[in-house]
């Protein structure tokens, strides 16, 4: 059984080595893509004041930013699937730069959206795709600590950025500080500089050195293997169909509306983000609300980041143990059960320590959701899609993020209560826990069943192979095999 | 006749005894106002000893007739008579010593207090046995929610300041701005430069705009929340710096990134350059590879390419 076949990458991903520096490079990546929306409103108080205008119209500001890093997703893939991570990044990251350098001499409200909402939002999308995908093409055995590490990268740069924004505003108000931002994103391109192409010739080299063994080979598959192998293999033929069409497919893989595993994890977390970033909104709020003061409100936010900190690498290490890769899947529709449990049982909170239980355990929610949302995306469609299949989900996911916390506000406003809103929350990710429990219970099993398959063809051709080269060993590799 | 001259020295006596009554109840040096003192409102005040460091505050807009109630249950040994009297910030008022007797277990002493002008705001005290103090702070309204660090703003840029009395508070008559000039506080009238300064004013907020800021600029600006009585007072800084200020640090993060990357491209390129005189032997066709990963950004590899 040639190992080609178990990575179906054309090539063994290096594992470590430089890919630790990739990881780096995509924790700085991730980390602003992620946290610098966030942020960004410390200062909306005072560019409120300056140019005389509501709440909401700043806020918009952020959501602009948000709906253009989530819109540009498939710009950003089809980029990268043309000139590969590093090139994309590093445009990502003068972009972003630019815009901020821009708003800094801006003169109404509307240079605001257009230089950091729009401009700014495409160079974060440019960052956050490339850095993804470049984790899947130098990781396999260890990806899911890869990715684990990676998105690490956003709740420590939003615990830096948020102290930081706040000395930026008293020393230089709010122009200073946006073009000194600029220079801080610009970080961006170092980041994209650690961005290596993975050298796919030197890897293909030691491959084909080795003999090719049929003997044993599905013992050493199960080893390593994930979805995608199965996956892969029967969505090759599905390919070969679909490059007729040509053009497109060259640019994006639409031919991932087909695939089972993708449509499970898109109709899912279409459903899911619509209570994602809610509660996290929300929290410093609720707990005014309930009458805590404005400092314990705000750390428990701290408490919410550092507990996400934490479990996030941790995530990574646990999924990459020998019993759960295989299933991570499972691994995955837990951490979203476990997030909308979470919500369900928030309104049994009501004093401060209640509060502070809730916030430690929402972060190991969020925190171990986020770890594995990239990941089992990766495990579903392999390293060659993940490009396409991350545009497309962020663009088709880009409606739930931006009217989840808009619709849980309306709530709160009808209700007067958030526990409703808590409640509806958490109904919105349990639903789809449930439903990744099931589909991919179903799914695994269709898979298993392909593999079966595979094996059988697979050793079948093996053996022709083998009886074409030697003819006397006919009989023994025969007996062997059985 | 004479009865008529009769009621004149009536009320000429009358007329002397509520002039000396003014007198001895507020210390001013200046003459009483015009406002016949009964027709003002009386407001009562009571408060009762609770420990050391008592302070109660007294908010008031116009002018009053204040009543003053302190009421004291005294010591474990309660004599029946005790001293009291009041003092206004810190100096004793004249004539305000009384005997105060014990009724219903407790002491009590009350005065009543023309609050008209300015010079009758402060910090009023009743003293027992010149032990027992509770001090009553009289004053208008005071801003509570000002910005305590400061705007900071551009050379040439317009600078936005604001003021706001908390709606739990009463609204002010009007707002007045002013700018610190040493000790002194000058008043900013914005019809006088209206390029230069603005007054927005709304009833519960106010906002002073100041265009094409120079250095000259900086410093301490004061809004008074005026009410009858007195004018509130709250400041804020503003802080004029030029572009420069955030330019260098600009400058030093821009070139930190330019450096690392050109050190980052430069050591991939060393390091490919020794692959490459291993490799070179081995490497045959490198067509296989996509177009993509061949960028002007990423000379190692290009350079590969050239070579074969």
Redesign the interface.
Known sequence: MPPAAATNLGYTPPDGGWGWAIVVGAFISIGFSYAFPKSLTIYFKDIQEYFAVSYSEIAWVSSVMLASMYAAGPVSSILVNRYGSRPVVMVGGVMVSTGMVLASFGTAIIHLYLCIGVIGGFGLAFNLQPALTIIGTYFQVKRPLANGLAMTGSPVVLFTLAPLNQFLLDSFGWRGSFLILGGIVLNCCVAGSLMRPVNKKALKKTEKTEPPECNGGAAEEAATVDTITQSDNLTEENQKESKSQGCVNRFIDISLFKHRGFLIYLIGNVVMFFGFFAPVVFLAPCAKHKGIDEYSAAFLLSIFALADMFIRPTTGFIGNTKWIRPRIQYFFSFAVSYNGVCHLLFPLASEYTGLVVYAVFFGFAFGMLSALLFEVLMDLVGAHRFSSAVGLVTIIECGPVLLGPPLSGALVDIFGDYKYMYYACGVFMLVPGIFFFIMHYFNYRRLDKERGQIVAVDVRTCEEAVELKTNPDDKAAHDTDE | MLASWKQLIFQILLLLISCRHINTTSPDPTPPPLVPIDSLPRDVRRAAFKGEGQIEKVELLNPVNLELVCTWTGHQNKESNITGFWRKDGLEIENSHLTVQLENEQYQLQQVFNIVSEENLGNYSCVFESEVKIDFVVAVPQIGEIRD??????VG?SG?I?CKMEDSKPMPNTWKWYKANGTDKEEIFAAAEPQRYEIKNNERKTKLLVNNLTMADSGLYYCGAVYTLSTSMGHVELKV?T?Y???K??????AE?FI??TA??LF?RSRSKK?DTE?DM??DQ?N??????N?G??GS?SMRQRKT
């Open positions: 660090k400061p705007v900071v703003t551009y840029d936005v604001t710096i572009y200020e955030p330019l640090p600009f400058m030093a993060i821009v990134v690392l990357v980052i491209l991939e692959n490799g081995m490497s490198t296989t590879l996509s177009p993509g990963e960028n950004l990423e590899s």
